[in-house]
Structure formats: C-alpha cells, structure tokens
C-alpha cells in the first residue's frame, strides 16, 4: 500500500468521523437512557428499502442469478465482471432521501452487501468493493451523510452469505455448487471474523445506524447470531436487528406477503403466514403478547432495477398494502432498485409520490398508530391511536358504514382527508356513521372517530 493510499484513507477516515459525531449529536433522543429503542420504528411505519449494486446494470435480481442460475441467464463470470463498469455518475443521495420525504418515507434501509459478496462501501477488508469500480466513492458513507443532515433513521441491510470470501465457500467451484455456505470447512471461523469486521465498519464510521437488516438464507444459526447481536449493542445499543441470523431480532419481516393474523410472540412469520401455519384466529392480541414486525415488498417484482419488469403494483395496490400492514401493527418497507445510473426510474417516482399526496391527507391514521380493534371485516380496516380510532374504507358504500367492536365511546366522527364531520349513532355493540354519497378518496378513505 503506498503512502498516498494510507494518506488517503485517514483523511477520509476522519472526515467519515467528523460527520458521524455531528450526526450523533442530531439523534441523541435514540441513545438517552430509558428510551424504548423501538419507539421510533413504531410510530414511522412506512420506509423505503433499497437493492442497488452492479448488477443493475445487466436488469437481472440482485446474486440469484450465480446461486441459482437459470438458462440463458448470465454467466457466473460476466456477472462478476459487473463492478469493472460499474459508474452511476447521476447518484445523487440528497435526490433519494427527498424522494423519502415526498413519499411519506420515514427511514430507509440500503444492502451494503448482498450475497454476492459486494461491498458498496469502502471496507478495509475486500477489494470487491464500490471504491475499486470506475466509480471510486463510497456509496454507503454519502447516503449515510444525507440522511444524517435530514434526519431520517438509516439503517443497514448487511448478507451474512457471501459468495465471493473463500472462507465462506470454496469459490473454487460454481456459487451454484455451494452458496449455503460451508461451516464444517476449518476457514468457517476466518470468514465469521470478517463478518464481524465489515459490521464493525458498519457500526462506527457511518454515524447512527437505526437498522441491521440481515438476510441469512438457510441454516442461520451458523452465523454465531448471539455474539453478533451481543457486538452490536456494545457498538450501537439503540440499533434495532431483524430475525434473520439464527437469533431472536427485534422484529419479524415476512417478505413480499403481509400476514392476514395480527402476529404474536413466539409465532415465526418470516416465510409463513401464521394464521395459515398455526390455523390462528384473526383476533386482536393483548398488547404484551403483540410481535413487531415488517412486511417487505417490491413495486414490481424484482428488487434490484430491471427494465424488463413492467408489471408495477397500482397506486391503489400499494396505498392498500400500507393499511393493511397498519390494521394489523406492522411497518411497511417498500422496495426501489435505482437503474445503473443512480437514479430511481420515473414509474418508481410516482408512485412513491402518490402515496405521499395520500399520506400527507390521511397520515394520521398511520404514523404512530397500532392495530385497530376491528378486524377480518371485509371492505375496511382499522388502526388505532392514543384516543381514535380510524377506520379505512375500501368498499364505499353509502349511505351507513356500520362497525361493532369499536370498544369505547365514541365522541366525534370524522372524515380525515378534509374534516368534515360526519352523523353516528352509537348502541352497546355497534356504531352506525352516515357517510356521503361519494367517496373522498378514490383508493382509501378513513373515517377517524375520537373516543371519550
């Protein structure tokens, strides 16, 4: 290493610290003692996730394409040849965290590395990195900066499988041949070392980190879960680990469904739906027995940019998915892949910004709210506040919209996007509100009752 590159990188290191002891002092509210360290993750609800790397350049899904290749798909090689031309000069990180906002966005989650192995920051312990492409930047360190000086919670989505360390596999032979990895290898513990190291980097050069988003695949115990989860909170005690590393996280993430029962403790959903698995009713738990969790979802169907995929979820789809994830106490993290360039295509845009315009009308009945007291009732869901209750309507169907289970008494109704209210008759088991002929909203509109 010559002198100029150890130059470079303390100057850089520096820099890279500077700015994270700024942006700690800006969120010291999520490392003050006593602090519930999910309160923030259950009041924002609604987040952006991000799959982008070299591979947007071929439109082909983030690493599946060498672990299980199909045919006429790319060759293992071409696919890893992918950093050599790897240069989104238009990436411009104040762009995303903006287009967060506009969407109602109220953190994101970026892969600093998938199973490929990849590094899209400058770690100190790969070459396969965003630094040696003909990019040269670090990609994580300038996201991290922008979301810090606007304030929205990042976190990390980090691949514990990793296709391209030889400690993990012997990259000898196909990714195809051996991407569960190999823990009865004696390199196994060399290449947990590493892990460690790069989540290290993660955890103190790029300032807060709100989230560690693992995704380790099959037999997750292998990871050593506990001593990760241990090293974490020694580094980052606020941050907040999903389920994905053998260990029990803070919250669940089931991907691409949204499950139909308000999941509990002790009922794994990552890849089931548990109403489903464990034959549940779709009730309303106790507040202590509730399990945090998060659905993750893509606008079309493939998570890192293809221009192929033109079979985009509606705005209407995507609003929907919100509530339903809200009525039953979940968050919502919806995925973009940002084209080879940096920039997120225009149909992601849109779509993104409409469901902001509905947001910023019907936020209140989303943002800091929990599952609603009604549920499995078809044509409307509900959430619930401190001391409402809104009630999402799908099927409009004047001149009454009738509940029973509401649980309290009702002293006002509403409609939320433009305040208008709204006549109700209340008995012992049900309310009937009299709604206008038209819907307010073409997709959802709520209703927000104020209890006594």
């Not at 991407?179 to 290290?200: I, N, S, V």
């Not at 078809?378 to 999402?392: C, D, E, F, N, Q």
Request: negative net charge; glycine residues 8%; charged residues 20%.
């Amino acid at each position: 290493m010559s002198a100029q590159t150890v130059n470079r990188r303390s100057v850089l290191k520096g820099a890279l610290a500077a700015s994270c002891a700024l942006a700690a002092s800006r969120f010291e509210w999520a490392q003050s003692p006593g602090t519930d360290r999910t309160e923030w993750y259950r009041e924002a609800k609604f987040g952006m996730f991000i799959h982008w790397g070299p591979y947007s350049q071929a439109s082909v899904e983030a690493s599946w394409p060498i672990m299980v290749p199909k045919p006429g798909g790319i060759a293992e090689a071409e696919y890893r040849a992918l950093p050599k031309t790897f240069n989104p000069t238009r990436f411009d990180p104040n762009a995303w965290v903006d287009l967060a906002r506009q969407a109602g966005q109220k953190y994101m989650v970026f892969t600093t590395k998938h199973h490929d192995g990849f590094c899209m920051f400058d770690s100190a312990y790969t070459d396969y990195k965003i630094t040696n492409t003909p990019y040269g930047k670090d990609i994580v360190a300038q996201l991290a900066r922008a979301c810090h000086q606007d304030e929205m919670p990042i976190g990390f989505y980090y691949s514990p499988p990793d296709m391209h360390h030889p400690d993990f596999r012997d990259t000898s032979k196909p990714a195809s041949e051996n991407w569960h990895g190999e823990p009865e290898r004696p390199e196994w513990p060399g290449y947990l070392a590493y892990m460690q190291l790069q989540l290290r980097e993660l955890l103190t050069r790029y300032g807060p980190v709100a989230v560690i988003w693992f995704d380790g695949l099959n037999n997750q115990e292998k990871y050593d879960g506990a001593h990760v989860l241990r090293m974490i909170a020694e580094l980052q005690p606020a941050t907040l680990v999903n389920d994905r590393l053998g260990v029990d996280g803070d919250f669940e993430t089931p991907e691409q469904f949204i499950p139909t029962a308000i999941p509990t403790k002790g009922v794994r959903i990552t890849g089931v739906d548990p109403s489903v698995s464990k034959n549940l009713k779709t009730t309303v738990p106790a507040p202590e027995d509730f399990r945090l969790w998060e659905t993750c979802m893509t606008i079309n169907n493939t998570w890192a940019y293809n221009k192929n995929d033109h079979d985009y979820k509606s705005v209407r789809t995507l609003i929907r998915s919100l509530v339903e994830v809200a009525s039953r106490g979940g968050n919502f993290l919806l995925n973009v892949g940002p084209q080879p360039d940096g920039q997120i295509q225009p149909e992601f845009q849109e779509r993104l910004k409409a469901i902001g315009a509905w947001l910023t009308l019907n936020g209140d009945s989303i943002y800091g709210t929990t599952y609603g007291p009604v549920q499995n009732v078809a044509g409307l869901r509900t959430t619930a506040g401190p001391k409402s209750i809104y009630v999402h309507i799908f099927d409009w169907a004047p001149p009454l919209c009738t509940l029973a289970g509401i649980g309290g008494r009702v002293l006002s109704a509403r409609l939320l996007a433009n305040g208008k209210p709204l006549t109700f008759r209340q008995t012992e088991d049900r309310i009937e509100i009299e709604i206008p002929p038209a819907a307010p909203d073409p997709d959802v509109s709520v209703i927000a009752l104020n209890l006594f």
